[in-house]
């Protein structure tokens, strides 16, 4: 009977974590420890594959990888130097243990792992099939191990075998096989998805992520686009699809594995919170000269060409979104440049209106979103220039762009983004005074004076941190609560929203926010006896809104709200309608997202975390969507 796709047509996809490894080491415990590192993207199978004696070993699971270990101790797999692994995010055919990864050939010589959607599988399925190749899963992914067994059936040599089946292929691919007869060497090759080399001393690794080698080495090599690597444990041959040899850029990693550890916490996400100072004080390292004046080194944007730019546009998801709103206030108000902000899905398919003059922007902590490199890409398609701001060294987003500023967070494990937003704000703020003194639009004072508050925000951050403890008892109140309101203005706005992501993406319950002047205009409604109002107040006397704010407060309270308060040290004019209040430092008010979105971050991570969810990995959702 012909198997049944369960997710026909699926066109979200997750970013499976893939790990390769040809050297002395025992070659499935490497494998399985890599996958283990990068459990954070998300998957629901896994798979291992090993070679021994021209015979291909594999042991896969549906399920976390501790069923893939209990498979492994119910049947343990020989000792061998080369192996393949995979943790799989389903799409093409629901998680089971026949569908995930390593898929082996028919004819047995060759096991294959992928990450991507490939949108032509159903012809070449056909295809095989009409050829006598029998298929075992449901998966698009199989056909790439049909094809390149049948290609290496006929005696082409394994690389030349892998070209000759990416260049059948359509869709977005990471590919990494091995062959039954040639037990030490790995060919992978990629497009639309990430790969990096990890380089050892007679041993070598492919992988999605560093984090899945770093355990042995910090060099790593970055793949391009429709690039293929060729391993053993000696030599690494890097070509493109047609074969001509490719340059490839080599790259020490520079955090270790400690920092991919918990280091005590017992969330990643807690830890990551926690970590907000030093992430946001490494973000603004070395950018700023002893006059104060900035250099953003890592800029090759000719200045004539910043000068000339008459409009800017943000693009980004999620958190990273939010995180551009809160820039455009900055950016248009320190260069009076026109801001733009948007969400990258929606952005190429309005036809916006791009120039050789407009820069774009893009924010994205992981630097593989494919809805943001796909705008990436229809930018430059329309002559923009395209910074992205990014915290992943070697992904496909600054790779794909004409240049980039890093965020200097660390890796960023839970899936729920934190450090990530608060140095994306940091990085987008350093841009918008860049561009700001480039083009004369601040003098230096100013602009040292403003660099001068954003340098001294992570001891205040950390001040915040220090000071949780009453948002962590609030949490325990609201374990049953169904919804929750956030409100802000201006940049307290964009953090009223990252408030309520947080709440949704890992507690799992109904939060919304709000522009707290447009409350009136409808969503007041919602308002009923006890519901939990978080308010961002702005700085209290130097901002024209902080009144209207307290007005907005005193409207929801008198409809029944219990309002949670964010207001600075001092301000007491908040306090009458306050029923629980949060203490901020005092910043400016472009500043205050810096500070205001933490006891926010923390709400949600205590929240979930007392209702027993699974903070780190929430449900539906992974680190990366690397397929639009
Ligand atoms: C944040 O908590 C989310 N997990 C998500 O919104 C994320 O910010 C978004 O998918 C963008 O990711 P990126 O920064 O890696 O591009």
Redesign the pocket.
Known sequence: MRPVCRFPGAKVTRMCGIIGYVGPRAAQEVVVSGLRRMEYRGYDSAGVAVVVDGVIEYRKKAGKITNLDAEIVANPMPEATIGIGHTRWATHGGPTDYNAHPHVSDNGRIALIHNGIIENFAGLRAELQAGGVSFRSETDSEVAAQLLGREVAQGTDLADALRAVVNRLKGAFTLVAMDAQEPERLVAARRNSPLVVGVGEGENFVASDVAAFIEFTRNAIELGQDQLVDVTPTSITVTDFAGNPAESHPFEVTWDLSAAEKSGYDWFMRKEIYEQPQAVADTLLGRFNEDGSLKLDELHIPEAELRSIDKIIIV?????YYAGMVAKYAIEHWTRIACEVEIASEFRYRDPIITRTTLVVT????G??AD?LMAIRHAREQHAKVIAICNTNGATIPRESDAVIYTHAGPEIG???TK?FLTQVAACYLLGLYLAQVREAKYGDEIAAIMAELASTPPLIQRVLDGLEPIKQLAAKYINQQSVLFLGRHVGYPVALEGA??LK?IAYLHAEGFPAGELKHGPIALVDEGIPVFVVVPPQGRDQLHDKVISNIQEVRARGAFTIVLAEEDDEEVTPYADVIFRLPKVSTLMQPLVATVPLQMFACELASLKGYDVDQPRN?AK??TVE
């Open positions: 980004a998801c999620g958190t990273a924010l994205s902590q992981s593989e979103t943001t899936v729920a983004s990530g992501l947080k993406e959702l990366s969507v």
